[in-house]
């Protein structure tokens, strides 16, 4: 009686862990392509991105590369809903897209797909309204107070600023400090509440809607780096409809993507915006307060510099 009691129990068990393991992956479609300038190589950062998830052991990764400008937009039309999140690396103007793809990607992050933008693609479609009520707010290609408030962080609270002025600016790529002002959502559960970032471009002056939007952290923008005096939002989720959005503005470069806090949020907020759930664990290498902390397997190629610091092709 003892034994087959004993047999039940492991019986179970061992059903539950093949039932686990037999989780089927997250389905991301990773959005690259088209860039402004020499300073977004989404060449060079998309196979770390998708390493990233890859390593995380719970995400399968197809990457999706849009049309480069001036080539044919007619077969480009993605199957949004074969995957549970869109992870953006891209970056292009209001006028790229077709229609008919704009509102297929509406219609698929309203119906409860999830969307994470990194980085510069808060940069992108800057007078397609619906883009922005997605990522509450973003930088550059025009954007000025029509776009919406600057929102920053004061006195323990949200400010939406309408003064008028451009929407945009970073400093030299110092280390900052991040500081997490929700501590109870699932992607900064147990996370330290401050932590070092690597040299990364800490985005000041943003501007948007915002409508939706809950600041997760912060990073104070100082003033002898050509900051705003401000803490400006580095970690923000939305909600769109049913869709969920995680918005990380950290990440420029390969350098910049090689920071654990980076890794860990970026993975930690594609899975939450997949699922509305978080189940990885805080990785023991995490930054402290004070010290900043890379993987040795993500470090940039030898010999590899920042696309900004290459000198430019000659000119035509
Ligand atoms: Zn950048």
Redesign the pocket.
């Known amino acids: 009686m003892r034994i087959s009691i004993i047999g039940m129990l492991l019986g179970g068990i061992l059903a539950c862990a093949e039932l686990t393991s037999a989780a089927p992956p997250i389905r991301v479609l990773l959005l690259d392509g088209e860039q402004a300038g020499a300073?977004?190589a989404w060449q060079e950062t998309t196979p770390y991105l998708k390493r990233m998830l890859d390593d995380a052991g719970i995400f399968q990764v197809d990457v999706v590369t849009a049309p480069a400008r001036g080539d044919d937009f007619s077969t480009f039309k993605p199957e949004w809903g074969k995957y549970q999140v869109v992870v953006s690396n891209y970056d292009a103007p209001d006028d790229r897209w077709p229609d008919s793809v704009k509102a297929s990607f509406e219609q698929y992050i309203r119906g409860g797909g999830g969307l994470v933008s990194v980085?510069?693609a808060d940069n992108a479609f800057a007078n397609w309204k619906e883009y922005n009520l997605m990522i509450g707010v973003g930088g550059w290609r025009g954007r000025n107070e029509k776009s919406g408030p600057h929102f920053y962080y004061e006195n323990g609270n949200l400010v939406p600023d309408p003064a008028p002025g451009f929407a945009g600016s970073h400093g030299a790529r110092l280390a900052f400090k991040v500081v997490n002002r929700v501590t109870d959502h699932p992607i900064t559960s147990g996370l330290p509440k401050e932590w070092m970032h690597v040299g990364d471009?800490l985005y000041a002056n943003l501007r948007g809607p915002g409508e939706n939007m809950t600041v997760l952290a912060t990073a104070f923008s100082d003033p002898a780096n050509r900051g705003t005096g401000h803490d400006e939002p580095i970690l923000m989720v939305i909600s769109y409809g049913k869709g969920r959005i995680f918005h990380t503005v950290i990440g420029?470069d390969l350098a910049a993507l090689n920071c654990v806090g980076f890794i860990t949020t970026y993975q930690r907020g594609t899975e939450w915006a997949a699922t509305g759930k978080v189940t990885q664990k805080v990785p023991r290498d995490f930054p402290s307060a004070d010290t900043t902390s890379m993987r040795r397997e993500y470090d940039p190629p030898a010999g590899w510099t920042s696309p900004g610091a290459r000198p430019r092709p000659p000119s035509k």
Request: glycine residues 0%.
């Open positions: 300073y977004h980085h510069a471009e420029h």
